[in-house]
């Protein structure tokens, strides 16, 4: 790994401990990502994409979002409103350990991820082949198989470490839940890509906030229903 990905790496790592002391609940997502980051910085070392450097860079750029999401909550600042909405609804001992994990990872996948990807495509979209373009949407959709790969780790030791009747559940189910949960990130996975895409290819800054904003307005009906679960 390169500094930067180190420094990715680290700067997870130092949250988490200082979240996991004081028993901050902003600590279920955070492991969640951690270990789905660290599963695709070996995914990246393994050549297992065709872009390796374009993956990094995204994984990167990425992770920024979230974390000047928890930098602009920790300092009352303006921050996204599916991120606001997130944060204080982990806070709440109301919200489950599962809705925890799932109100963050619908912020930073159906609204940061929109964002990231299209600001690394957006330098050479509109020049680039029809092979580089198939590139990076099939280092896109590989990203989904890291995830359900991760899946079963985040199960095991992230939700029912938190909420141990959820092991029960996951013996019940047997492969079902993990299933589950793959096949419906993979699908917010493939609408990200149609909206980042769309975002890259304004050639206006207004038409382009009119998209940011339906996407968080979507975002935001996303983890009203979460809380429903």
Known sequence: MDLIERNTIEQMAERLAAWEASEDRRRIFLDCYMRMTRNMLTAIEQGRFDDAQWVTRLLHHFAGYYF?????????????????????????????????????????????????????????WESASDAVKRRRYHDHSLVNRIIAE?????????????????????????????????????????????????????????????LRRRVELKAMERARLLLLV
Request: charged share 25%; proline share 5%; hydrophobic share 45%.
């Open 150 to 210: 991760t899946v079963d780790e985040v199960q095991d030791e992230v939700v029912e470490r938190h909420s141990p009747a959820m092991d029960l559940v996951d013996k019940m189910a047997g492969p079902i839940d993990e299933w589950a949960a793959s096949w419906f990130i993979g699908v917010w996975r493939e609408e990200v890509w149609q909206n980042a895409i769309e975002m890259t290819s304004c050639c206006a800054q207004h038409d382009r906030e009119d």
């Open 68 to 124: 000047d999401a928890v930098d602009a909550c920790e300092r009352a600042a303006d921050e996204p409103p599916v991120w606001a909405h997130a944060l204080q609804a982990s806070a709440s001992p109301r919200t489950t350990v599962l809705q925890n994990l799932l109100l963050g990872i619908n912020a930073h996948i159906n609204y940061d991820l929109v964002l990231a990807l299209s600001d690394v495509l957006a330098p050479e």
